[in-house]
């Protein structure tokens, strides 16, 4: 059994690992899904699930609509299976083409948007509510008044159980928090051994030379206000578990370390970046995007590895190519 994490102001016990469904509609296009796609996705949600994982993210835009789609086929292959799942989603973003030729790639929180977003989620779903709503990237147009208004109405008609955010800052998330009626529970946010910006910048904050010099400080705001943080992009895209010929000297070393830590574990690679993330006290909630079974699997791994404060910094430096200041 997996362990889990409360997400503070909900009633809702999630898994510490969740899985990412992005890539489970197939191709990011217009074509219908095959019988192969349905095939492939359930085979990934399922190694997901039967692992332990109990909470699966989506977002409007991924594969064009097609992954939540298909996500509808979990219900007809096993069902009463919805109640025992955490189903979230995101809206916010709206492609180039969308609704005519002339309309350029954008974002977009007018309530008119957000509510149209949500009855779509929910019928390619086939369910009838989101146990969470996501709003994706920041819109500099984003009028407070108009997202309260919006998560009023879907509270209210019981088709979003709570909210929250992806990609926002601590002044873009305090701005809807003096608005919005509903607590902001979460922020899904790009973190990574590689992507450890968000982890390091209160270290190297006015540091001489360092780009990241100018800390936002999301990840304490969040601990602060009790927000659960989930980290996209977790593995970075394979770049340490699977390093190409040319990779830095700092990916190639950190590869061969976590090979090395691994294998001393009698783990995955994947386990042991994840448990990185997993060793930080704010409770970071990975999300892997994999459909490959095994390497859900290999990922599902972390959960049951645990690291020193010291293995926890030798990656740090590691990746870093460097001694902490």
């Known amino acids: 059994?997996?362990?889990?994490?409360?997400?503070?102001?909900?009633?809702?016990?999630?898994?510490?690992?969740?899985?990412?469904?992005?890539?489970?509609?197939?191709?990011?296009?217009?074509?219908?899904?095959t019988d192969e796609n349905k095939e492939k996705a359930l085979r990934a949600v399922f190694t997901a699930y039967d692992a332990g994982v109990n909470l699966f993210d989506h977002a409007d835009i991924y594969c064009k609509g097609k992954a939540e789609e298909v996500f509808a086929e979990v219900w007809k292959a096993r069902p009463g299976l919805r109640d025992k799942m955490v189903i979230q989603s995101k809206c916010g973003i709206r492609f180039k083409g969308d609704p005519d030729a002339h309309s350029p790639s954008r974002y977009d929180f007018s309530a008119e948007h957000i509510l149209r977003s949500v009855e779509d989620i929910l019928k390619r779903l086939q369910t009838?509510?989101?146990?969470?709503?996501?709003?994706?990237?920041?819109?500099?147009?984003?009028?407070?008044?108009?997202?309260?208004?919006?998560?009023?109405?879907?509270?209210?008609?019981?088709?979003?159980r709570y909210f929250g955010l992806s990609n926002h800052t601590v002044m873009q998330t305090e701005l809807l928090r003096q608005f919005v009626n509903q607590p902001l529970v979460v922020n899904q946010l790009e973190v990574s051994l590689i992507h450890n910006?968000?982890?390091?910048?209160?270290?190297?904050?006015?540091?001489?030379?360092?780009?990241?010099a100018l800390a936002t400080g999301i990840l304490d705001y969040c601990r602060l206000n009790r927000i659960t943080?989930?980290?996209?992009?977790s593995l970075a895209g394979g770049k340490i578990t699977n390093p190409k010929?040319?990779?830095?000297?700092?990916?190639?070393?950190?590869?061969?370390?976590?090979?090395?830590?691994?294998?001393?574990?009698?783990?995955?690679?994947?386990?042991?970046?994840?448990?990185?993330?997993?060793?930080?006290?704010?409770?970071?909630?990975?999300?892997?995007?994999?459909?490959?079974?095994?390497?859900?699997?290999?990922?599902?791994?972390?959960?049951?590895?645990?690291?020193?404060?010291?293995?926890?910094?030798?990656?740090?430096?590691?990746?870093?190519?460097?001694?902490?200041?």
């Open 245 to 325: 010929p040319d990779a830095s000297q700092e990916i190639q070393a950190t590869a061969r370390l976590v090979q090395e830590m691994a294998e001393d574990k009698q783990t995955s690679p994947e386990a042991i970046l994840l448990a990185w993330l997993l060793r930080h006290p704010a409770q970071i909630q990975p999300i892997m995007g994999t459909t490959n079974p095994q390497r859900i699997q290999a990922c599902c791994a972390a959960d049951s590895v645990e690291l020193t404060r010291e293995e926890w910094y030798s990656l740090l430096v590691s990746i870093r190519g460097a001694d902490m200041p």
């Open 197 to 212: 910006h968000l982890i390091t910048e209160g270290v190297l904050a006015n540091q001489t030379g360092n780009a990241n």
């Open 229 to 233: 943080v989930q980290a996209w992009s």
């Open 1 to 33: 059994m997996m362990k889990t994490y409360q997400i503070d102001k909900t009633d809702l016990t999630v898994t510490r690992l969740g899985y990412g469904c992005m890539n489970i509609g197939g191709s990011w296009d217009s074509a219908p899904l």
């Open 128 to 160: 009838d509510y989101l146990d969470v709503l996501l709003l994706h990237r920041p819109d500099p147009l984003v009028e407070p008044e108009e997202v309260a208004q919006a998560f009023d109405t879907l509270k209210q008609d019981g088709k979003v």
